[in-house]
């Protein structure tokens, strides 16, 4: 009984990591109302289900919809996968391009309704606005990287009544602070320490930083010995990939 039931537990856990897995290239891509949604039929080997791929222009703000109606039918949008690149095996007769162009928009509010953020590479977005019921804002393929990819961000803010995240000071954590997920690219200031609490860093979540100094606790022993994947890194390994740019950065005990 008890091998049935860890096999069935086993299982349960591969149909989830399965279901929020993304391709590159997805199945059809409509527009409606200026916002790109893609489709994939093969969507956790069950019935497949939309998501928010990208916007047509750059735009000033943007609420997405968690309700869209679709060739007729109401749809209910519960993520968003916007990547650098979608290929798509068949474009609506309106989408004149073969790859979703990288429009922008400069504040995105992300409302109730919207579960998962599995990727947000959008270059000219500033402002995130994440709602009470986004739970993770990676895709659980990539649960160690930092989703949300913009040079020109400043800021993330988190509602309050959020239970699995929160912001500090525009900056994106877990809703228990200890795992630092997104340092915005342009948050103002040349300095940083890191929370005493704070146990992991997703990698690349500096990425594009200006940082001069980073202060960390000094029983971390160094700024490689925040967990990475489960492992310790290296000093010039967990530098990158946490997204500095080696020697531009200063590491500090406290």
């Not at 959008?122 to 402002?127: D, G, Q, R, S, V």
């Not at 990475?228 to 950065?249: H, I, M, R, W």
Request: aromatic share 12%; with cysteine.
């Amino acid at each position: 009984m008890k091998k049935l039931f860890l096999s069935i537990l086993f299982l349960f856990a591969v149909i989830l990591s399965v279901e929020a897995c993304y391709p590159e290239t997805t199945d059809r891509v409509v527009k409606v109302d200026g916002i790109y949604y893609a489709y994939n039929g093969n969507y956790g080997r069950r019935i497949g289900r939309w998501y928010v791929a990208g916007f047509e222009q750059d735009q000033d703000s943007v609420v997405l919809r968690n309700k869209v109606i679709i060739d007729g039918e109401e749809e209910t949008i519960i993520d968003v996968y916007i990547i650098e690149y979608l290929h798509c095996r068949k474009y609506d007769d309106n989408i004149k391009v073969k790859n979703i162009l990288l429009a922008s928009p400069r504040v995105l509010v992300i409302p109730d309704g919207f579960i998962t953020i599995s990727s947000l590479f959008l270059p000219k977005l500033e402002k995130l606005y994440i709602s009470e019921t986004v739970d993770r804002t990676h895709d659980v393929c990539t649960s160690e990287y930092a989703a949300i990819y913009s040079e020109k961000l400043e800021a993330i803010i988190v509602d309050p009544k959020n239970k699995n995240l929160k912001s500090v000071d525009g900056m994106l954590f877990s809703k228990d602070g200890t795992n630092l997920l997104k340092y915005p690219a342009k948050k103002a200031g040349k300095e940083y320490s890191i929370p005493d609490n704070v146990e992991s860093i997703c990698y690349g979540a500096f990425s594009g930083c200006q940082l001069e100094i980073v202060y960390y606790p000094k029983q971390k022993g160094g700024i490689e010995n925040y967990e990475q994947y489960g492992l310790s890194d290296p000093y010039e390994e967990a530098v990158d990939n946490l997204g500095f740019e080696l020697g531009k950065t200063k590491f500090i005990g406290r």
